[in-house]
């Protein structure tokens, strides 16, 4: 993991030199080759972004702020009752310079469905982009009239269930404005997914919500700060064991 500064003269400053919006398309488009890592005691970052929050919430009516419009754990999973007591929640926000294929924290078995949008400011998450990146990207952002009014964005439930501790976890994908697609690489359902493999990608995305519900007999913290820049499969952000 980096710095979001030393993350944006790394790494963002090279993709902006993109001269036409039609290469910007096929960068945004772009995978890369990444190691596979196995860890049973961590959970690796299911997107790759910049960490907004990594905390614990008390309760799943607490609270945290998604594009503007607050939410509780309740609003992100669209369903009372899934998470019952206090929760881990990692969100990561995954911006225009960033790879925008999802991966597995931790070896599991998924399932998932399409949920009810999610009601957020901002047109897309570029005011989000515009505190990050300055003027680095002008040609990106929208008058600031354009981005105080609600607006429904995609949202996407994967249920992460570990047989062998008898525990599930979620990760709720928002999609932006402009395309708003998520888009699973198997439609299969109830299908055992290894650390590290991508299991959908969110076009345009915007964010990536990972919940674990805190349990007495398992070791739950977040070990990767707010505002750092990480990669999905690669950079651990939860301490699990």
């Known amino acids: 993991m980096q710095s979001v500064n030393d993350w944006i003269q790394t790494s963002v400053k090279p993709f902006l030199k993109q001269s036409s919006e039609e290469e ?21 970052s299911c997107a790759d972004g910049v960490i907004v929050y990594n905390r614990v919430l008390t309760t799943p009516k607490q609270k945290v702020d998604i594009k503007g419009v607050p939410y509780s754990i309740d609003d992100i999973l669209g369903k009372p009752g899934l998470v019952t007591g206090p929760a881990l ?6 911006t225009f310079a960033d790879i925008h294929l999802n991966r597995v924290p931790y070896t599991s078995i998924l399932d998932y469905e399409p949920l009810d949008p999610i009601e957020s400011y901002n047109l897309s998450m570029d005011a989000t982009e515009k505190r990050l990146f ?30 062998q501790l008898d525990y599930t976890y979620y990760i709720v994908q928002i999609a932006d404005y402009e395309v708003d697609v998520i888009q699973p ?10 650390q590290g493999d991508r299991f959908s990608f969110v076009r345009w995305g915007s964010q990536c919500d990972l919940i674990l519900p805190l ?18 499969g690669v950079d651990k952000v939860i301490q699990f064991i």
């Open 24 to 44: 910007d398309y096929h960068s945004f488009m772009r995978d890369e080759i990444r190691p596979i890592l196995k860890d049973p005691n961590v959970f690796y």
């Open 134 to 163: 300055g003027l680095l990207r002008p040609h990106k952002f929208k008058p600031s009239h354009e981005v105080d009014y609600l607006k429904n964005n995609a949202r996407m439930l994967n249920r992460f269930y570990i047989p």
């Open 89 to 94: 929640i990692c969100g990561v926000f995954m």
């Open 215 to 232: 349990r007495k007999d398992l070791t739950i913290k977040p070990i990767a700060p707010d505002m750092v820049h990480v990669k999905a």
């Open 185 to 194: 690489f198997s439609v299969e359902q109830h299908r055992v997914v290894h």
